[in-house]
């Protein structure tokens, strides 16, 4: 069974930044694209980034390009988001999970805790 962590979240003024990280359970991870998610109070989980297998391509919901990078270190099977010039918009619990090649649509049915984010203004 596959098992994703993240961690990383907190609680950061407007215009701050963060690093998200998601650690995976296996390393047959580090042959699919990855994405994040996010779901915020009272709205429907949205996808937010993905990046392919070997790192090569990346891909983001207009809502954070520009301003979110997402990354993977093959190696340790983990994942990455980095998030500059946070807003209120931002804050979500987010969740990485696989991603069906070239979509924005999560791999596998099951999700980790997710880390909170919270962004004041």
């Known amino acids: 069974q596959v098992q994703l962590v993240e961690s990383g979240g907190g609680l950061v003024q407007t215009g701050g930044s963060l690093r998200l990280s998601c650690a995976a359970s296996v390393r047959a991870l580090s042959a699919i694209a990855m994405g994040w998610f996010r779901q915020a109070p009272g709205k429907e989980r949205e996808f937010v980034a993905r990046?392919?297998?070997?790192?090569?391509?990346?891909y983001y919901a207009d809502s954070v390009k520009g301003r979110f990078t997402i990354s993977r270190d093959v190696a340790k099977s983990t994942v990455y988001l980095q998030m500059n010039s946070l807003k209120p918009e931002d804050t979500a619990v987010y969740y990485c999970?696989?991603?069906?090649?070239?979509?924005?649509?999560?791999?596998?049915?099951?999700w980790g805790q997710g880390t909170q984010v919270i962004v004041s203004s």
């Open positions: 999970n696989g991603v069906v090649t070239e979509s924005t649509q999560p791999l596998f049915r099951s």
């Open positions: 990046i392919t297998w070997n790192g090569a391509r990346t």
